[in-house]
């Protein structure tokens, strides 16, 4: 049995952790609903007096942010359904076959994890250009789904290896394709990765901001992080509406993270047993 | 074997059935294959050939082959090497905090305990902000007029009066520092609690009977058991950070008086407002090249402790 001390200590730690990771989060939340007039009247306190949630709908009928917000689930979620589609296939193929090149398949895609990806900023601007790429949410999707097919790929295969090879073995005894086994059978068990893989490919094109401010910098084409860039340098007094417009973005994301948390240490811990 | 098969060629049929076995596994890879050698590999090789081209967008005058001009202009670069500087400091230091918050982090979720699902799934909430975001977060924290840290510093005496910490050049650095840590505990704590859990029970209880103390046991179980994940992790999230722009773009933009610049949003920099891709894509070489010589004495290093033990 452990002591009173240690519990108090473990817990006291935790609540320090757990402080600092959602101090900033809930600050930026107090100053959405804090009305402009409290704002530098009440000075610095933990909740103002009066709450409004004014910001947000100013943010959501006169800014171009309605826009921004479509934008981006348009370029995350066809990024997430790509490169998941992608990775399901180059997964599979890594977790079940031996084949010559598959290791330097495998150093291929460690090696993209491991250059700076300021490196292909211009060079990508300078292909994309030519063929209407740039400016275009399609480009986006391009370009993002290949920065993250490789770490998809490492996780759909993580997810295949933990399915006994026997399941799609003994369908294709009884005559099915091994394309038609993978479909009917591995796939619909892989259910969780192929959700942890969309979820997490979804967050990180959610979240980009270099690619698409060289990328896309027309109005029309710009996802959240370049909008909210903008609104930034543009309005930089009205603090109030841009962590409105701030809290905004995080919601689909955590939802998201919420949801696929314990799939994704899931998959890590595959990985990390695996060696 | 092989004259076997030289002497019996197999029918035409089983020849095509037996390529199409073969050709499988390529086919699977082929999609996700294709696209990162089109959109990663061939600009990497025309970035790599960009450096050694005087290339300035929107100048038509400009392209031509220049040798090793752009190597020697770096060389001479003052803001080069203070670029460099920066991002050792903001590297070692990110990393080192990351790291050793992540792992106490990660021993403390290791224990089962009332509210552990919970408290878990909120401390890693800040992986899930997009960095952008968690920069922007944190330069609203460090504002005097919105933030409340400028008066917390001011009351435990560090400053004179409440001021912003990103526009002081002596330690604006800090600034995206703490927002990178912050951001970056989640990811250490998760892989680490996942090592942690594939360590078996009984090894600790056996080394509890024979008397062994807790700091005892963490360090002749825990640490050895934890050395791979660790050597990964950090060696990724190294490079990572090292080549990470975007919370430095967002915060300072590299000021005040470039104190916070670091290559990697030096060369976003030249890219992105001077247009200047020949010079950005020298810097970006220089980058490369030392953070492969990085991983390489790393892997090195990892070989000759393997080999010694």
């Known amino acids: 049995m452990r002591g009173a001390g240690h519990w108090t200590f473990h817990y006291g730690m935790l609540a320090l952790f757990t402080?600092?990771?959602?101090?900033?989060?809930?600050?930026?939340?107090?100053?959405?609903?804090?009305?402009?007039?409290?704002?530098?009247?009440?000075?610095?306190?933990?909740?103002?007096?009066?709450?409004?949630?004014?910001?947000?709908?100013?943010?959501?009928?006169?800014?171009?942010?309605?826009?921004?917000?479509?934008?981006?689930?348009?370029?995350?979620?066809?990024?997430?359904?790509?490169?998941?589609?992608?990775?399901?296939?180059?997964?599979?193929?890594?977790?079940?076959?031996?084949?010559?090149?598959?290791?330097?398949?495998?150093?291929?895609?460690?090696?993209?994890?491991?250059?700076?990806?300021?490196?292909?900023?211009?060079?990508?601007?300078?292909?994309?250009?030519?063929?209407?790429?740039?400016?275009?949410?399609?480009?986006?999707?391009?370009?993002?789904?290949?920065?993250?097919?490789?770490?998809?790929?490492?996780?759909?295969?993580?997810?295949?290896?933990?399915?006994?090879?026997?399941?799609?073995?003994?369908?294709?005894?009884?005559?099915?394709?091994?394309?038609?086994?993978?479909?009917?059978?591995?796939?619909?068990?892989?259910?969780?990765?192929?959700?942890?893989?969309?979820?997490?490919?979804?967050?990180?094109?959610?979240?980009?901001?270099?690619?698409?401010?060289?990328?896309?910098?027309?109005?029309?084409?710009?996802?959240?992080?370049?909008?909210?860039?903008?609104?930034?340098?543009?309005?930089?007094?009205?603090?109030?509406?841009?962590?409105?417009?701030?809290?905004?973005?995080?919601?689909?994301?955590?939802?998201?993270?919420f949801l696929i948390q314990r799939h994704l240490v899931q998959g890590l811990t595959a990985g990390a047993v695996k060696g | 074997m092989t004259a076997l098969d030289l002497g019996a060629p197999a029918a035409p049929r089983l020849t095509l059935r037996r390529f199409a076995l073969a050709a499988e596994p390529y086919l699977y890879c082929a999609p996700a294959l294709i696209l990162i050698a089109a959109i990663m590999l061939v600009p990497l090789v025309l970035g790599l050939s960009y450096a050694f081209r005087d290339l300035v967008l929107l100048d038509p005058a400009s392209g031509d082959f220049i040798g090793f001009t752009h190597f020697v202009e770096v060389w001479q670069d003052d803001n080069f090497w203070n670029a460099l500087r920066n991002t050792l400091v903001w590297t070692v230091v990110a990393v080192g905090l990351q790291f050793g918050l992540g792992l106490v982090l990660a021993l403390l979720l290791n224990q089962p305990c009332p509210g552990r699902g919970i408290i878990q799934a909120l401390v890693f909430l800040p992986w899930a902000v997009p960095s952008f975001?968690?920069?922007?977060?944190?330069?609203?924290?460090?504002?005097?007029?919105?933030?409340?840290?400028?008066?917390?510093?001011?009351?435990?005496?560090?400053?004179?009066?409440?001021?912003?910490?990103?526009?002081?050049?002596?330690?604006?650095?800090?600034?995206?520092?703490?927002?990178?840590?912050?951001?970056?505990?989640?990811?250490?704590?998760?892989?680490?609690?996942?090592?942690?859990?594939?360590?078996?029970?009984?090894?600790?209880?056996?080394?509890?009977?024979?008397?062994?103390?807790?700091?005892?046991?963490?360090?002749?179980?825990?640490?050895?058991?934890?050395?791979?994940?660790m050597a990964i992790t950090v060696l990724l999230r190294t490079v990572w950070i090292a080549n990470s722009a975007d919370l430095i773009v967002v915060m300072t933009h590299g000021g005040p008086a470039d104190s916070t610049q670091i290559l990697a949003s030096y060369i976003f920099t030249q890219a992105f407002q001077r247009l200047d891709f020949g010079y950005a894509s020298a810097l970006a070489a220089v980058l490369l090249v030392l953070l492969l010589g990085y991983a390489m004495a790393i892997v090195l290093l990892r070989q000759t402790l393997l080999s010694r033990s």
């Open chain 2, 133 to 229: 975001l968690s920069g922007l977060n944190w330069a609203w924290m460090f504002n005097p007029v919105i933030g409340p840290l400028p008066y917390v510093f001011h009351w435990l005496g560090l400053t004179d009066r409440p001021e912003n910490l990103l526009s002081d050049p002596a330690h604006a650095l800090w600034g995206p520092i703490i927002a990178m840590v912050w951001w970056g505990i989640p990811f250490f704590a998760i892989t680490l609690l996942a090592a942690l859990q594939s360590i078996p029970k009984d090894i600790f209880e056996a080394a509890a009977l024979d008397g062994a103390g807790a700091i005892e046991r963490f360090r002749s179980i825990t640490l050895p058991f934890l050395a791979p994940t």
């Open chain 1, 19 to 257: 402080a600092f990771a959602l101090f900033p989060l809930f600050w930026a939340f107090k100053v959405s609903v804090t009305p402009n007039d409290l704002l530098y009247s009440e000075g610095v306190r933990l909740w103002p007096s009066r709450v409004s949630f004014a910001h947000y709908g100013t943010v959501l009928r006169h800014s171009d942010f309605p826009l921004f917000f479509r934008n981006s689930v348009v370029v995350s979620t066809g990024t997430a359904v790509l490169s998941t589609l992608f990775a399901a296939a180059g997964g599979y193929a890594v977790s079940r076959f031996s084949f010559r090149g598959k290791l330097p398949i495998i150093g291929l895609l460690l090696v993209t994890q491991m250059f700076p990806l300021v490196m292909i900023v211009a060079p990508i601007f300078r292909l994309l250009a030519p063929l209407g790429l740039t400016n275009s949410l399609t480009g986006l999707i391009i370009v993002y789904t290949a920065f993250n097919v490789p770490f998809a790929v490492f996780l759909m295969g993580s997810f295949f290896d933990g399915i006994p090879k026997e399941l799609e073995e003994a369908a294709m005894m009884d005559g099915a394709s091994r394309f038609q086994a993978l479909l009917q059978i591995i796939l619909p068990l892989t259910l969780p990765g192929i959700a942890a893989t969309l979820g997490f490919v979804f967050t990180a094109a959610w979240s980009e901001l270099l690619f698409a401010l060289m990328l896309n910098s027309s109005t029309a084409a710009s996802t959240f992080p370049v909008g909210l860039l903008a609104f930034v340098s543009k309005f930089s007094v009205d603090f109030g509406q841009m962590m409105a417009a701030g809290i905004m973005a995080l919601i689909p994301v955590c939802i998201f993270f």
